[in-house]
């Protein structure tokens, strides 16, 4: 994973380096998907504010931009969907990638990550939709400036930069009201009530103080 941009000590990490050095831990975590199915998830990773410390942001730093792997040889879901732009991309507020919550995840259930849940390494930011926990990191780059995410880029009618988890904001073809816990309820039971920032309130409404969260989706 290469680490660069506005930062006093730029890296490439490899996996024996993270294993090495990070402090690893197991976090339970809600995932609350877009489309509205929600899980349990136990990841196995290390804050993103350890790797952080360790390249040393510049001040004009305010955005964190997560690049994931592009290889169409090996994966040819990638080639022929010119709508869809390859390499996925994604990015978060500076303040939002150091918060406690936000991890790096290496494991899943105990085990590393299979390749199709983003081996070797994702982001996990569990009080926004899943989407915006990106896959497969590559680059990780340290921007001044708000970057451009995947799914702005390919339907901006539909997916905003913030994409908190919010209940009362739908999704243009759907209500973000409620969802389905998978694992929990059969497809006849009752969904689920959807808590703000997926419950993570206490910990990162803070981050938003004085937004309009419908605006700033």
């Given at each position: 994973?290469e680490?660069?941009g506005?930062?006093?000590?730029?890296r490439?990490?490899?996996?024996?380096?993270?294993?090495?050095?990070?402090?690893?831990?197991?976090?339970?975590?809600?995932?609350?998907?877009?489309?509205?199915?929600?899980?349990?998830?136990?990841?196995?990773?290390?804050?993103?504010?350890?790797?952080?410390?360790?390249?040393?942001?510049?001040?004009?730093?305010?955005?964190v931009?997560?690049?994931?792997?592009?290889?169409?040889?090996?994966?040819?879901?990638?080639v022929?969907?010119?709508w869809?732009?390859?390499?996925?991309?994604?990015?978060?507020?500076?303040?939002?990638?150091?918060?406690?919550?936000?991890?790096?995840?290496?494991?899943?259930?105990?085990?590393?990550?299979?390749?199709?849940?983003?081996?070797?390494?994702?982001?996990?930011?569990?009080?926004?939709y899943?989407?915006k926990?990106g896959?497969?990191?590559?680059r990780?780059?340290?921007?001044?400036?708000?970057?451009?995410?995947?799914?702005?880029?390919?339907?901006?009618?539909?997916?905003?930069?913030?994409?908190?988890?919010?209940?009362?904001?739908?999704?243009?073809?759907?209500?973000?009201?409620?969802?389905?816990?998978?694992?929990?309820?059969g497809?006849?039971?009752?969904?689920?009530?959807?808590?703000?920032?997926?419950?993570?309130?206490?910990?990162?409404?803070?981050l938003?103080?004085?937004?309009?969260?419908?605006q700033?989706?």
């Open positions: 994973v680490v660069t506005l930062v006093a000590k730029p490439t990490f490899d996996l024996d380096d993270l294993m090495r050095t990070m402090p690893f831990e197991e976090r339970l975590y809600r995932f609350r998907c877009v489309e509205a199915w929600s899980m349990a998830v136990p990841w196995t990773g290390f804050p993103f504010s350890a790797l952080v410390k360790l390249v040393e942001p510049r001040s004009e730093a305010k955005y931009r997560f690049v994931t792997v592009n290889r169409p040889k090996e994966m040819p879901g990638m022929g969907a010119p869809y732009p390859w390499p996925y991309f994604e990015g978060l507020r500076l303040d939002e990638a150091m918060n406690p919550l936000t991890l790096i995840a290496t494991g899943l259930y105990g085990k590393p990550l299979p390749k199709q849940n983003g081996a070797p390494v994702r982001i996990v930011v569990p009080w926004k899943g989407f926990s896959k497969s990191l590559v990780i780059r340290f921007v001044e400036k708000q970057p451009q995410t995947s799914w702005q880029r390919a339907a901006p009618q539909e997916y905003g930069f913030y994409s908190n988890v919010n209940p009362q904001v739908s999704h243009p073809r759907w209500s973000q009201a409620s969802e389905r816990r998978i694992g929990e309820d497809l006849l039971q009752r969904k689920r009530p959807t808590l703000m920032f997926n419950g993570y309130a206490e910990q990162v409404a803070s938003y103080a004085g937004m309009d969260l419908r700033a989706y």
